[in-house]
């Protein structure tokens, strides 16, 4: 059976957890003598990060490394099942007020201290204070901690999405003896030396180069991880990349927007690819425009620039058919997408007519006005041809002059956009699984925090659009909370604080040898404690 948080399956999820766990608990070790233990993996990652703790870091180049290091509480297979980790088992009240999680009582942190409730309360904290998603732990007022291994969260409103918010790349947890106070984490040189109770503890981190992590000898997981080091490494270019796989240099890599090196890929026949290994994240790549300022205060002027891009020529000359439409702020992919929204086809005339109607009329050399126009850096050239497509475009069909800035790297991108020193940008936001962690937090007026990147970065506030989120963050009725989202959805494209392009669902390119790979609806965002060598190179 297949459970989506919010769905009507949900509840018997609840009902059936702890039958569930006994059988699991049982069961889940069956074949551990079975896996082949050692080896090293070589994995290429797409962009470097700044640190290890995605307990204040939301995206892919965290969450990767990040998840071998902090263990969390539940663990999801790749049909959105929940599994036992830290947590051995847990239950939700019929109110959907008190969430009660038992912690295993043999889980060490890397430097032999133990986990405890008080570590669980403290992490929740730190994200719920730190984290660009504001709403994923927003209900939840404390935890308390009656005993060393129960931790009870006490939340102001049920949360349909709690149990996949406890994901590790979503909630670390994090050694409070270490950190000591939620305000002191974001800036703490532990998030670069790092102390976690992940499968694998960090050994090197060099900034820019590479991440390597070795096998935690105390893992609480009995004979886990399989896998003696993990190397984590950033390729100078796709060609490199492609050239590591197809050598054995390197054995996995994460396939986001590079269709050649996608058939390439499917072509070697010692690789394999799992095209839909990130199940659970729903990608949609959007325009995003800062709302504070002319010209993009003016939502005909939004509408207009959408009515200039064709999206199906897009998908069809970069992705090759291979990407689909995004109409919204929710995935296609998700139970709450709606398709009953302005879909923006091309349509110069009204562009144009929109432009002259917001006041911006051509002078005598055709020119309407001059915006800055950037982009999240990608592997590929894909994200600068998108980018110079649009810019013909506009000064073409428009008389819109956009100025492309070509961030350096990365990091030089999401400060510039965190910062809110730009006028429109490409980026590539997840849904991470349910709306609530995921969607509400581009939207929320609350979740307008300047320096956080994938926060409000847009600066969009309608009280209407905030109604709407909250009523269906605590809706339990799938429904129920369908139609609301339904409603949300036609809002959003109606205002267009964000303009969707298109999706692509990401894949991972693995040497067939390794088994255990593309177990979760995270990818490669989840533990690989189960990833092991069936013949070793």
């Known amino acids: 059976m297949r459970f989506r948080c919010g769905t009507p399956n949900f509840k018997k999820l609840l009902s059936l957890c702890s039958l569930f766990i ?30 290890l703790n995605p307990a204040i870091q939301s995206g892919f180049a965290t969450a990767f490394p990040g998840t071998q290091v902090f263990a969390g509480l539940v663990r999801f297979d790749n049909e959105w099942n929940p599994h036992p980790y830290l947590a051995k088992q847990w239950n939700i009240s019929k109110d959907g007020l008190t969430v009660t999680v038992h912690l295993v009582e043999n889980a060490l942190f890397h430097d032999g201290h133990p986990i405890t409730s008080e570590d669980v309360a403290f992490s929740v904290m730190t994200v719920k204070t730190l984290h660009p998603f504001k709403s994923m732990m927003a209900p939840v007022q404390r935890v308390d901690t009656p005993d060393r291994y129960t931790a009870v969260f006490r939340l102001n409103k049920p949360h349909p ?14 050694p409070k003896h270490i950190y000591g106070s939620p305000e002191k984490v974001k800036a703490h040189p532990a998030n670069k030396q790092t102390v976690g109770s992940g499968p694998f503890i960090l050994k090197k981190f060099v900034p820019g180069e590479k991440i390597i992590l070795e096998r935690n000898p105390r893992f609480f997981i009995p004979g886990r991880p399989y896998l003696d080091q993990l190397r984590l490494t950033i390729p100078k270019n796709t060609l490199q990349e492609a050239m590591d796989m197809e050598t054995g240099k390197a054995h996995m890599i994460s396939l986001y927007d590079n269709i050649e090196e996608l058939k ?4 070697l026949e010692h690789i394999t690819v799992i095209k839909d290994a990130f199940k659970g994240i729903g990608s949609i790549y959007w325009l995003a425009f800062n ?51 302005n879909k923006y086809y091309q349509d110069f005339k009204k562009a144009n007519r929109l432009l002259d109607e917001a006041g911006y009329r051509r002078d005598s050399s055709g020119k309407r006005f001059s915006f800055r126009l950037t982009y999240i850096p990608a592997k590929t050239q894909t994200h600068r041809q998108l980018m110079e497509y649009l810019q013909q475009i506009f000064l073409r069909e428009l008389g819109v002059e956009a100025k492309i800035e070509h961030p350096k790297d990365f990091i030089n991108w999401s400060k510039t956009v965190g910062n809110w020193d730009f006028d429109v940008s490409l980026d590539i936001v997840y849904n991470w699984g349910d709306p609530v962690i995921g969607v509400h937090r581009t939207y929320l007026s609350s979740n307008i925090r300047k320096g956080v990147i994938w926060s409000n970065t847009q600066g969009y506030s309608n009280p209407v659009a905030d ?68 013949k070793k190179p």
């Open 22 to 51: 006994l059988l699991w608990s049982v069961t889940s070790y069956a074949n551990t003598n079975e896996q082949k233990r050692g080896g090293e993996l070589v994995a290429n990652l797409y962009f470097f990060p700044h640190h």
């Open 161 to 174: 999405a709690i149990i996949l918010a406890m994901s590790p790349a979503l909630l670390p947890i994090l």
């Open 264 to 267: 390439q890929m499917q072509s």
């Open 291 to 341: 709302l504070r300022s002319k010209p993009f205060d003016d939502v005909r002027v939004r509408k207009a620039i959408a009515y200039a891009i064709d999206r199906k020529f897009l998908i069809e000359t970069i992705y090759q058919g291979e990407a689909a439409t995004a109409t919204g702020p929710i995935s296609t992919a998700s139970p709450f997408y709606s398709s009953d929204v």
């Open 467 to 534: 109604a709407l989120m909250e009523k269906a963050s605590k809706e339990l009725n799938f429904v129920k909370r369908k139609k609301l989202y339904a409603e949300f959805q036609t809002l959003i494209a109606d205002e267009l604080p964000i303009y969707p392009l298109y999706q692509f669902d990401f894949a991972i390119a693995h040497d067939k040898r390794l088994k255990g790979v593309g177990n979760s609806i995270w990818g490669m965002m989840s533990p690989m404690d189960d990833v092991y060598w069936d």
